[in-house]
Structure formats: C-alpha cells, structure tokens
C-alpha cells in the first residue's frame, strides 16, 4: 500500500487580480500547468492564456517559495442562474 | 417545481486545478477547495468539467451530493432523481458553452486537448461518452454543503 507523505511548508495565496499576476508569472505558471497535465509547454501555453482570461479567482500554491500549482474559479452569483430557472 | 431554496446562493465553477506531478495525489487539490470555500461566503454549490474521476471525487470532499456519482451503478442516478442537479447542470452547461441537449456532456470541450499522457479518462469508464472520446468532457455538479467545510 502507497503511503501518502504529508507535506509541510504549503501555502496557498488567493488574488482577484488573475491577469495581473499571469502578466508578471506566465512562463512559471505554464510550467507548472504543463507538467500537471502531461503536455509540452509550448502547446500549454495558448490553453492557460484562455483559462486565466476567463477566471476570477486565482490561488497560487507554493512549497516553500516554489510554486507547484495553481487553480482558476469563478463564483456564479444567484441572478446567473435565474435565467434558468426551472418553472 | 421550485429551485428557490439554493437560487439566491452562490455556484463555485472549478476552472481548473493545476499541481506538478511531484505533489499530485497528496491532497492539495482538496486544500485548494477548502480554502476557496471558506473564503467565498455563501457557496452552495459547485461545478466542473473533467475527464478525470479525480476531480470528480474532490467534489465529494466539500458536498454531499455529487453528479456523476462514480461509486453507483448507475453514475448518472441523480440526473434521474433529483431536479436541482438537473438545474445546476443546466446553468452549468450554459457557463461553459455547451449544448444543453448533450448534457451532462461536453462535447468537444478539449479541442486541442488539455490532458496528455496518460489520458485520466480511463478511470471514467463508466461514462464511455467520455471515455472513448478525448475531446468530451462530463459536467460534474456538487450540492449538500458539508457541515464545517
């Protein structure tokens, strides 16, 4: 059975500013992403562009000062989903 | 039929969850999820689009209710049973551009491909839509906030 081994030293900073820091971050972000997603970096690249546009909340996830990911979220509000609503 | 006891609340969409392949599988992602949960006020329910049972499963460490259910016989039981998870995938569906008359699938949501090898969607093989076309992937929805979550 594979153990799982805790990991210390995480930290998770959040920022509304997600293009601001792709603007300043991009080459390490597309790093990481690649390596999550098994692909070349060069192919990633375009993909991570659209995402970061499209998200408004960003967390950046560091062990020790080294970044090992990322996550994008949005927060539809209540009135998003009105416009569906089942009658 | 009413949706009123959760419209009005906020739907967290999981964009993408990105960890280096060193630190996959020794719960970060769910960190990520606890930490954006508690920092967002009023979440009560979430979304994603995967090809990957991983971040299906993440979903249950927030929710009590998940669609796909992978752990059933029929995964897609709630879709039958329960209208607001039909609902939710609707809006769902609408925020990442899908048709709706496929969900829960979206169909050629990973155009260029966002996974490469190995492809997560082998462990989906009881959604073959999914499974047996790289560029589908399946809308999960998450309601039933945990308590303390």
Redesign the interface.
Known sequence: METIKPIHNITIRRTHDVLGYYATHAEELTSVGADAFGRQTADFEPHLAERFKKASLLQVVRHKRDVIGYALYNVLQGHHWRQTAVR | ???RG????????????????E???????V??LY??LQ??EG?QAAALVTRSSTAVRLLGNGFGTVSPDLAAIEPLHHRKHN?LV??LT??YA??VGATPRHAPYVHDYYE???????DPAVQLGCLPEVTNYPRNGVIAVALDRLPGV
């Open positions: 039929m009413s949706c959760i419209i009005g609340g906020k739907l967290l969409s999981v964009e993408e969850q990105a960890i280096r392949k630190f996959q599988h020794r719960g970060l992602g960190l990520s930490d954006v920092a967002e979440v209208q039909r609902h609707a809006v609408k925020h260029d491909g966002l996974y490469g090898d190995p």
